[in-house]
């Protein structure tokens, strides 16, 4: 073994780095095929990123056109230098989004998209010379077109059309025909009409058209099923009728359940409640009439008192012409004190007497009760409930060495309490719609246990689709994720590892290279005591430690089985 002296190396002065073209020929195949793998995959990488974010965003600028729009705004796009787009199936037309509206206003300007219904503007195109059949065609034509235009702003209606039957005319009233509209609809997917929005579209048409009736007008759907209802309305009050009793019956098994859900628990307790309503509308006038019961209790309705005093002429004279009856009258006596005497009467006819007379007519109101009393409808003529609890099946068997006599009297005991609870409930839930003998109700409760349904098999985790959806989602970062680790660790490292070896390959070789002057010490004794052995191996070390470069040019020239210098 042949030890050095720990010499000082002074700083070299730096080596002058070779031109990339003399790095490229100095390595080897592996490495220049990584290199331009990477270099490969950078500039795709930044080819991907710059068309993917120079890429416009796409918007939909018209969407649902006919051919002849759709070729026209195609046309003008061409012209105006505005890139697009079609949809799957050509329904719609998609520009960058930041010209959508500057777009719009412009082919507004030049009137598209026409649309392929025509209104009242057909009739600003009218020639000189146009016949009377031709320009009531026109009309007719025209106001189908606003009628069509005005049914298709409906949110359910994707397109309609509307034919008009106008009749001609005549001087003769009786013989006048009246007009008529069928309507042809097609909805959107997934979108219905109600009844309220059929009888709006009726009479839209119907009070568009001087003297058509809402019954002249039919409304289809695209698959040929008549929408539009009869003159009758009977079928919708039997709808409205219908939808009233399901709204009073859901009203009570909502109470029945608020009420018996605290006492047995949610969804122990399944309820069914059948209303019979009557619909009907009766109206009762009835008028009475009763006697006065005193006559203090009369009420004076009318009266009325005539009274008359005179002179009552003497009669005639009657009988047999003679001697007597053609007597002339006395002279007439005045009395003394002024007072009229009586008259005398002249064989007791022929005297002058006064006569007074007086009547009296008092009505009364006769006592009269009148009523009119009109039912109500809607009523309930009738109310069946039926509700079923869940009760826990327990086992019957009395356990192995239980006495039979105090098993019985504990089933008999649960049973007693059971039924008691039952009858309990049965009250509850009889206050609580209003039991009512007189109307024949009915109410049933049954405890019993509920048939737990099978659970249904659980699906895997990766069958799961908010696993999947989470995956798809995530699959494209995690994807790009692990590309960039390979290639960092599988390109970029090597390459660094390379270049650092090669670089303290090149120390070593510069130093072994320079001829320095390493005195050596002096060679040891043959007979070494153990405590200079000693000191000599920490030499060394300090050595190692202080000089690494030196000592891993004599480990280099040992390997090498080069004599030491």
Request: glycine share 6%; net charge neutral; hydrophobic share 40%.
């Amino acid at each position: 073994m042949s030890a050095v002296a720990e010499i000082p190396v002074p700083n070299a002065s730096p080596v002058p780095q070779p031109a990339l073209s003399q790095r490229w020929t100095a390595m080897d195949r592996g490495q220049r095929l990584r290199w331009g793998a990477l270099a490969a995959l950078l500039v795709v990488a930044v080819a991907a990123a710059a068309m993917f974010y120079r890429q416009p965003e796409y918007k939909v600028l018209f969407s649902g056109l006919n051919d002849k729009d759709g070729g026209a705004i195609v046309a003008q796009l061409s012209q105006m230098n505005v890139p697009y787009r079609y949809t799957e199936g050509g329904g719609a037309i998609l520009i960058p989004s930041e010209r959508v509206h500057d777009v719009r206003l412009k082919l507004a300007t030049q009137g598209l998209p026409k649309g392929s219904v025509t209104g009242f503007e057909l009739m600003e195109n009218s020639k000189f010379g146009i016949t009377q059949f031709q320009e009531r065609l026109n009309f007719q034509r025209g106001l189908e077109g606003e009628l069509t235009r005005s049914i298709q702003a409906l949110a359910a209606v994707q397109s309609a059309r509307v034919h008009l039957a106008l009749p001609n005319q005549n001087g003769f009233f009786r013989e006048q025909q009246k007009p008529s509209a069928s309507v042809l609809l097609s909805l959107h997917p997934g979108r219905v009409l109600d009844r309220a929005q059929i009888a709006g579209i009726v009479h839209l048409v119907a009070s568009s058209v001087p003297e058509m009736s809402p019954t002249a007008v039919s409304v289809l759907d695209d698959s040929g099923k008549l929408l539009s209802q009869s003159p009758d309305n009977n079928s919708a009050i039997e709808l409205q009728q219908l939808a009233y009793t399901q709204q009073i019956e859901q009203q009570y098994v909502r109470r029945i359940l608020e009420i018996l859900e605290p006492v047995v628990g949610k969804n122990n307790v399944k309820a069914q409640v059948s209303a019979e309503m009557d619909f009907s509308q009766t109206e009762l006038t009835s008028e009475q009439h009763r006697p006065n019961q005193t006559a203090d209790a009369g009420v004076v309705r009318s009266q009325q008192v005539v009274e008359s005093t005179g002179e009552q002429k003497p009669p005639q004279p009657t009988g047999i012409p003679g001697a007597t009856s053609n007597q002339p009258p006395q002279n007439a006596t005045a009395a003394i004190n002024g007072a009229n005497p009586a008259p005398q009467a002249a064989d007791g006819q022929n005297a002058v007497r006064s006569a007074s007379k007086r009547e009296s007519i008092t009505n009364y109101e006769v006592d009269k009760t009148v009523r009119h009393t009109r039912g109500s409808t809607g009523s309930i003529k009738r109310l069946t409930a039926a509700v079923v609890i869940n009760t826990p099946a327990v086992a019957a068997a009395a356990p192995a060495g239980a006495d039979p006599a105090a098993a019985a009297a504990a089933a008999a005991a649960a049973r007693a309490a059971a039924a008691k609870q039952q009858e309990q409930l049965l009250a509850l839930v009889r206050e609580t719609v209003g039991y009512s003998s007189d109307r024949g109700d009915s109410v049933n409760v049954v405890s019993t246990p509920f048939v737990q349904d099978e659970a249904p098999p659980e699906l895997p985790l990766w069958r799961q689709p908010e696993v999947q959806a989470m995956a798809r989602s995530l699959g494209i970062p995690i994807g790009l994720a692990l590309f960039g680790a390979i290639v960092l660790l599988g390109l970029v490292r090597p390459m660094i590892k390379n270049r650092k070896g090669n670089a303290v390959g090149g120390q070593l070789n510069a130093i072994e290279g320079d001829a320095l002057d390493r005195p050596a010490l002096p060679a040891p004794s043959t007979e070494l005591s153990p405590t200079q052995e000693q000191q000599r191996l920490e030499q060394a070390r300090q050595l190692a430690k202080q000089n690494p470069i030196a000592v891993a040019n004599i480990v280099k020239t040992w390997i090498n089985g080069e004599a030491a210098s």
